[in-house]
């Protein structure tokens, strides 16, 4: 069983900033593209950023021009820097990862509450 571990998050007011950050094993990471989903209360999980192993990038629109995602290939890392924050991007954020196409992996979630 991979581990997908998140760390970041917490409170933050509204027009702020909050960076994310996943590490993954080396054998999930390296050739995956990985993604940060959310979830808010009462709402379906949604993608909010992806980045391919060669770094190339999208995101939702709702997030388009305040999120940013990146990644460490020397770390196993993927991070979301998170600005112009609202109130309605308060959600748990995962990091999600699909290897081989099949099998999907998600950390275990960290609050984001952006408050107004």
């Known amino acids: 069983q991979e581990q997908l571990v998140e760390s970041g998050g917490g409170l933050v007011q509204a027009g702020g900033s909050l960076g994310l950050s996943c590490a993954a094993s080396r054998r999930v990471f390296s050739r995956n593209a990985m993604d940060w989903y959310r979830q808010a209360p009462g709402k379906q999980r949604e993608l909010v950023a992806s980045i391919t192993s060669g770094g190339t990038t999208n995101y939702a629109d709702s997030v388009k021009g305040r999120f940013i995602i990146s990644r460490d290939n020397t770390k196993n890392t993927v991070f979301l820097q998170m600005n112009s924050l609202k109130p309605e991007d308060t959600a748990v954020y995962y990091c999600?990862?699909?290897?081989?196409?099949?099998?999907?992996?998600w950390g275990k979630g960290t609050l984001v509450t952006v408050s107004s």
């Open positions: 999600h990862v699909r290897v081989g196409g099949l099998l999907d992996y």
